[in-house]
C-alpha cells in the first residue's frame, strides 16, 4: 500500500536578504565588514578618502539595520499567518528551495508569502492545488499575483476550504525532452546557453525551420507578457524609434492569463554563412509547437522564470517540443 498524504496548509516562503547574507558570511559582524571594507577600497587611501570610508562603513552599518527589521518582520508574519491559519489541517512551512522535490497532498492549500516571483516559482509544482498569494509588504511589493494582505489570508483559505473560492486558471508553458523529462514556466521558458557565449540551434516553426545563432530563445506566457517579454518590446521600438522615422513600434504583447497561446522571440540573432534570421517571432496558439534542436557541444539550458538553478541540459542532438501544458495555474483570487 502506498504513503498517504495529509491534506494541509502549505506555507511556501522565501529566503530574506539578511538570511542570504548570513549564509553566505556566516555571522552579521562578517557580512557588515566585508560590504563596508570594499566600499572603503573605492574611496582611495587619501585624508578625504578615509573620511568617505568612515562613512560608508556607517552606511554598512543603517542598511544592516533595515535589512534586520526587514528580516524581523518578516519571521513575525509568517508566524502569524501559521496561527490565523490553524483551521483544521496540519500547517507546515517550507522554503522555496524545497519545492521540486517537497509531496505535496492531493488536496494541499498553498499559501504564498513573499513577491510575484515566489508565486511563478511555486505554481510549476502545485499541479491543481489552489495557490493563495499573500503580500507581506505592500508598501514595497507591487503585488500583481499577491491580492491578499496578510489579514486577509485566513478568509481566503477559508473560502477554499468551504469551497467558495474563486480562481484564475493560468496557463502555463511547457518544454519536452525524448528522455521524458519536462519542464514548466508561470511566465516564461529561456533555451540558450548557460554562459553569454552565443547558442547555436536549429528552430523549426509551422513546417519552417533554420540554423540559428543567438542570445537564445524566450518562450512567454499570458501571465510572462508582462515581464522579460516586455522588455524585449522596448528594445525593438527604442530601435525603431532611434534608426527608422518611417517605422513603427511594435506595440507591447500584453496577454490575459488565461489565454492558451504563447509567444516567442528570438534574442539578438545572427546572420552569417552558418545562420539566417527569418523565424524571430511568432505566436504558438494552443495545438502548435516550436521544436529547437541544440547543436552546441556544452552549456545548453532550458530554465524556466528565471531561475537558472532548475534547469534541463540542452546539448547536441536533444530537441525540444516547447508548447502550452495541459496543467494550469489555479490562483485564488479576492
Not at 498553498?110 to 513577491?115: D, P, R, S
Not at 492545488?129 to 514595497?140: A, E
Not at 512567454?220 to 527604442?238: P, R, Y
Amino acid at each position: 500500500m502506498g504513503m498517504q498524504l495529509e491534506d494541509k496548509i502549505v506555507i511556501v516562503t522565501r529566503q530574506t536578504r539578511m538570511k542570504g547574507l548570513l549564509k553566505r558570511y556566516a555571522t552579521r559582524g562578517q557580512a557588515e565588514f566585508v560590504l563596508g571594507a570594499a566600499r572603503a577600497r573605492e574611496e582611495g587611501s587619501n585624508v578625504a578618502g578615509k573620511v568617505r570610508a568612515k562613512a560608508a562603513a556607517m552606511d554598512a552599518g543603517v542598511l544592516f539595520d533595515a535589512l534586520e527589521e526587514e528580516d524581523e518582520n518578516y519571521t513575525r508574519t509568517i508566524e502569524h499567518l501559521r496561527q490565523e491559519l490553524d483551521l483544521g489541517p496540519r500547517v507546515q512551512v517550507i522554503d522555496r528551495e524545497y519545492l521540486p522535490n517537497f509531496l505535496f497532498g492531493p488536496k494541499d492549500i498553498i499559501v504564498t508569502v513573499g513577491q510575484d516571483g515566489l508565486v511563478a516559482n511555486t505554481a510549476k509544482y502545485a499541479g491543481r492545488r489552489p495557490i493563495v498569494g499573500v503580500n507581506p509588504d505592500p508598501s514595497r511589493i507591487d503585488g500583481v499575483l499577491l491580492p491578499f494582505k496578510v489579514d486577509e489570508a485566513r478568509m481566503a483559505v477559508r473560502s477554499v476550504l468551504s469551497a467558495r473560492a474563486r480562481f484564475r486558471e493560468v496557463t502555463l508553458a511547457e518544454a519536452h525532452l525524448p528522455d521524458g523529462k519536462h519542464l514548466l514556466a508561470f511566465n516564461d521558458l529561456f533555451v540558450g546557453s548557460r554562459s553569454h557565449v552565443s547558442a547555436r540551434y536549429r528552430l523549426e516553426f509551422q513546417g519552417n525551420s533554420e540554423p540559428q545563432i543567438s542570445s537564445g530563445v524566450l518562450i512567454s506566457t499570458g501571465a510572462g507578457s508582462t515581464g522579460w517579454l516586455s522588455s524585449v518590446f522596448n528594445m525593438a521600438a527604442a530601435l525603431g524609434k532611434t534608426f527608422s522615422s518611417n517605422q513603427k513600434p511594435p506595440p507591447p504583447a500584453r496577454m490575459q492569463w488565461e489565454d492558451p497561446r504563447l509567444i516567442f522571440v528570438v534574442r539578438e540573432p545572427f546572420i552569417s554563412r552558418q545562420s539566417r534570421a527569418g523565424l524571430v517571432a511568432g505566436m504558438l496558439e494552443q495545438n502548435n509547437e516550436l521544436i529547437i534542436e541544440s547543436m552546441m557541444s556544452e552549456g545548453g539550458v532550458i530554465f524556466s522564470d528565471g531561475v537558472e538553478s532548475d534547469f534541463l541540459q540542452f546539448n547536441a542532438g536533444v530537441i525540444a517540443r516547447v508548447r502550452s501544458a495541459q496543467q494550469k495555474a489555479r490562483l485564488v483570487v479576492a
